[in-house]
């Protein structure tokens, strides 16, 4: 199984308060993704990330923003979650050779009230 | 506008019987081609995966076709067993690098009858 570890695992939390969710591995893999789970959508793209300091969004990222300091680590933050971002939330790495597949983590189940 | 489709939310087969996934995608930039399957509370796994310049990929009981000229794309699961329930994603992405996000259909559920 690829080095992926998300935590929180689960959290619940009020409307308007600041949610960070972080993500780290040990592959060493240049890119990483945050996407979101919901019911009747598959998994939506984020936010992603293509080395150290470098972000892009995805299909989905008003409200979210994220950061890479390090290889190993990706945050994503809710700054002022809403109910609509109650989802499941998953991390997923890549290498940089041409066509590798994503490996994902467990996922973190966020509940906002 | 949904870039790839998974038309049936479901699907029911017997223990050892061919299990067929169906797949279709619109965007013609499309290179790369996924299955992922997911059980409850995990992250999805992936499972095989097909470059555009292939029409067949196999690994063990899971096949997987590509039909570019049609954009469709199936998976076959031979035999089918209990073990295989769960939902299967297709995704596809274009180009390389930066460039690869995927893109994922809404998922398919597998059910295996004892």
């Known amino acids: 199984d690829a080095g992926i570890t998300q935590s929180p695992r689960h959290k619940v939390t009020e409307t308007g308060t600041p949610v960070t969710l972080r993500c780290h591995q040990t592959?060493?893999?240049?890119?990483m993704y945050w996407y979101r789970q919901d019911p009747g959508h598959g998994l939506r793209l984020i936010h992603y990330?293509?080395?150290?300091?470098?972000?892009d969004k995805g299909e989905v990222s008003d409200g979210y923003s994220v950061s890479r300091s390090k290889t190993e680590d990706f945050l994503l933050t809710l700054e002022s979650a809403t109910s609509s971002q109650t989802s499941v939330y998953f991390c997923?790495?890549?290498?940089?050779?041409?066509?590798?597949?994503?490996?994902f983590g467990d996922g973190t189940r966020l509940s906002i009230l | 506008d949904q870039q790839v489709k998974q038309n049936s939310p479901s699907l029911s087969v017997q223990e050892g019987r061919i299990s067929i996934l169906n797949c279709d995608y619109t965007?013609?930039?499309?290179?790369?081609f996924l299955w992922y399957k997911k059980y409850p509370a995990e992250g999805p796994t992936f499972l095989i995966s097909?470059?555009?310049?292939?029409d067949k990929n196999e690994d063990g009981r899971f096949t997987v076709f590509l039909n570019k000229s049609a954009k469709h794309l199936s998976l076959h699961i031979v035999p089918s067993q209990p073990g295989d329930s769960a939902v299967y994603f297709c995704?596809?992405?274009?180009?390389?690098?930066?460039?690869?996000?995927?893109?994922f259909g809404k998922g398919i559920t597998l059910s295996v009858r004892p």
């Open positions: 097909i470059s555009s310049i292939k």
């Open positions: 965007n013609s930039m499309f290179d790369y």
């Open positions: 995704a596809a992405s274009a180009g390389t690098g930066a460039n690869s996000k995927l893109t």
């Open positions: 990330s293509y080395g150290v300091k470098d972000t």
């Open positions: 592959e060493n893999h240049r890119y």
């Open positions: 997923a790495i890549s290498g940089a050779r041409v066509h590798q597949p994503q490996h």
